[in-house]
């Protein structure tokens, strides 16, 4: 994955696959038949007539179960990103400078820590808290997980006011609107409110489909199986062989600024990148909301095989303004790090740490032969404390689910630490905010 993909559903679920790119040796399949099934093969290492049928039988239902699995699969993860609750994937997205000009995006999104072993935990986040990298204890403390204490100098002291925005679900909530975008994306059947969500195309994985959840900014996800470029069975159609030629980065911008037309969207109100390093079989190209000069972190998203666009997804809400709200000034946005009550998120881990924890494979020299030895008596237990100093601070918008599954983008701001670590608070005043739990 790249910076810029990161907030894709898809994208992050095919990256922490381990197996993404292992293709099973040629009779494979066979063996672990045999071996289930205590068949034997001839003296000639040729297998036995009875093994045949069986291992087509097999593969036969794996292609049926990928097809449907992987559609309700990736609805389910387009629910949780899009419409949890403010949990959503991409509480980790990297603050850089982007391409075409706006500044990059801002999320509150964190839902829950990350555990040493990269697991999320329950609950709500410590303020300050920094994403921790899967990999043993001793990473904990180097990836900056835990407690901080936090410093600053030369922030500004000046208060002042911002302007919010939300999301317009219900205006696009609408046969009409949901119909342009399942006709833009090869769907000729009419749109059906079901099960909670707008459905067009058949739920079961055989022909392409489209589903727009009812949450807060109508997130959709639009799949074709047919042409899924990890599916290469007898129904596909194209062979298991070498992939054909990935579509150029511009035909997935071109692709995707038509979806977003389709859908009653003016495509120049957003910023687009793509990334060629996304695969063999697929180009991968974004579409980012932008106001006020900067990204919002809900993006547009499609995959462009050369067979067509076999996955999309995205959010049909409109976003219009919600007005002024007052907004505290940088220094006090640095103190809010230290203030429980707003869970400050850590958007991006500092450069050199970043690199660090691509090797996290231990070496045969650091493998344990033995558990640690007992603590010496009155020994001073380790209470780690990380010393941050912030340096830099900018104020942004950053989308925030409220409780009725409602979505706002309000002012937030963007704290650089003197490593190049970022953090993320809301710049909200306390006066404007609810507090309340219930």
């Given at each position: 994955?790249?910076?810029?993909?990161?907030?894709?559903?898809?994208?992050?679920?095919?990256?922490?696959?381990?197996?993404?790119?292992?293709?099973?040796?040629?009779?494979?399949?066979?063996?672990?038949?045999?071996?289930?099934?205590?068949?034997?093969?001839?003296?000639?290492?040729?297998?036995?007539?009875?093994?045949?049928?069986?291992?087509?039988?097999?593969?036969?239902?794996?292609?049926?179960?990928?097809?449907?699995?992987?559609?309700?699969?990736?609805?389910?993860?387009?629910?949780?990103?899009?419409?949890?609750?403010?949990?959503?994937?991409?509480?980790?997205?990297?603050?850089?400078?982007?391409?075409?000009?706006?500044?990059?995006?801002?999320?509150?999104?964190?839902?829950?820590?990350?555990?040493?072993?990269?697991?999320?935990?329950?609950?709500?986040?410590?303020?300050?808290?920094?994403?921790?990298?899967?990999?043993?204890?001793?990473?904990?403390?180097?990836?900056?997980?835990?407690?901080?204490?936090?410093?600053?100098?030369?922030?500004?002291?000046?208060?002042?006011?911002?302007?919010?925005?939300?999301?317009?679900?219900?205006?696009?909530?609408?046969?009409?609107?949901?119909?342009?975008?399942?006709?833009?994306?090869?769907?000729?059947?009419?749109?059906?409110?079901?099960?909670?969500?707008?459905?067009?195309?058949?739920?079961?994985?055989?022909?392409?489909?489209?589903?727009?959840?009812?949450?807060?900014?109508?997130?959709?996800?639009?799949?074709?199986?047919?042409?899924?470029?990890?599916?290469?069975?007898?129904?596909?159609?194209?062979?298991?062989?070498?992939?054909?030629?990935?579509?150029?980065?511009?035909?997935?911008?071109?692709?995707?600024?038509?979806?977003?037309?389709?859908?009653?969207?003016?495509?120049?109100?957003?910023?687009?990148?793509?990334?060629?390093?996304?695969?063999?079989?697929?180009?991968?190209?974004?579409?980012?909301?932008?106001?006020?000069?900067?990204?919002?972190?809900?993006?547009?998203?499609?995959?462009?095989?050369?067979?067509?666009?076999?996955?999309?997804?995205?959010?049909?809400?409109?976003?219009?303004?919600?007005?002024?709200?007052?907004?505290?000034?940088?220094?006090?946005?640095?103190?809010?790090?230290?203030?429980?009550?707003?869970?400050?998120?850590?958007?991006?881990?500092?450069?050199?740490?970043?690199?660090?924890?691509?090797?996290?494979?231990?070496?045969?020299?650091?493998?344990?032969?033995?558990?640690?030895?007992?603590?010496?008596?009155?020994?001073?237990?380790?209470?780690?404390?990380?010393?941050?100093?912030?340096?830099?601070?900018?104020?942004?918008?950053?989308?925030?689910?409220?409780?009725?599954?409602?979505?706002?983008v309000l002012p937030a701001y963007e704290l650089t630490d003197a490593d190049g670590g970022t953090w993320s608070v809301i710049a909200v005043a306390d006066a404007k905010l609810d507090f309340a739990t219930e």
């Open positions: 994955m790249t910076d810029d993909n990161e907030l894709d559903p898809l994208a992050r679920l095919r990256a922490a696959d381990p197996a993404a790119d292992v293709e099973a040796p040629a009779g494979f399949a066979a063996r672990v038949v045999a071996e289930a099934t205590g068949s034997t093969t001839g003296r000639a290492g040729h297998e036995s007539a009875d093994q045949h049928a069986p291992v087509a039988e097999i593969a036969s239902a794996r292609a049926r179960r990928r097809r449907l699995w992987l559609p309700i699969a990736a609805v389910a993860a387009s629910v949780v990103v899009f419409g949890g609750a403010g949990f959503a994937i991409g509480a980790g997205t990297t603050a850089s400078s982007v391409a075409g000009g706006a500044a990059a995006p801002i999320s509150l999104q964190g839902g829950g820590a990350q555990t040493a072993e990269g697991r999320s935990a329950v609950g709500s986040p410590t303020a300050g808290q920094k994403i921790a990298a899967p990999g043993a204890s001793d990473q904990v403390y180097r990836s900056g997980y835990g407690r901080n204490s936090f410093t600053a100098s030369g922030l500004s002291t000046s208060t002042g006011t911002a302007r919010a925005y939300g999301f317009d679900a219900r205006a696009a909530s609408d046969a009409t609107t949901v119909g342009a975008l399942a006709k833009a994306l090869g769907i000729d059947a009419a749109p059906a409110l079901k099960d909670g969500s707008w459905q067009a195309g058949p739920q079961d994985g055989t022909a392409p489909s489209l589903t727009v959840g009812l949450d807060g900014t109508l997130s959709f996800y639009y799949y074709d199986s047919t042409i899924d470029p990890m599916v290469c069975d007898g129904d596909s159609p194209h062979a298991c062989g070498a992939p054909p030629a990935v579509p150029s980065a511009d035909a997935a911008v071109s692709e995707l600024r038509a979806i977003i037309s389709s859908a009653g969207r003016d495509p120049d109100a957003f910023e687009y990148t793509s990334d060629p390093s996304s695969g063999v079989h697929a180009m991968t190209a974004q579409a980012w909301p932008v106001m006020d000069g900067q990204r919002i972190d809900q993006p547009w998203t499609v995959q462009l095989t050369a067979d067509g666009v076999f996955s999309a997804s995205g959010s049909l809400a409109p976003i219009v303004s919600v007005g002024e709200y007052p907004v505290v000034s940088a220094q006090k946005a640095f103190e809010r790090l230290s203030d429980p009550r707003f869970g400050a998120q850590q958007t991006a881990m500092p450069l050199a740490l970043r690199a660090d924890e691509q090797a996290t494979t231990p070496t045969p020299a650091e493998t344990p032969t033995q558990p640690p030895a007992l603590p010496s008596p009155g020994v001073s237990p380790s209470w780690p404390v990380n010393e941050v100093h912030i340096v830099k601070a900018r104020l942004g918008l950053a989308s925030q689910w409220q409780p009725d599954g409602s979505v706002l």
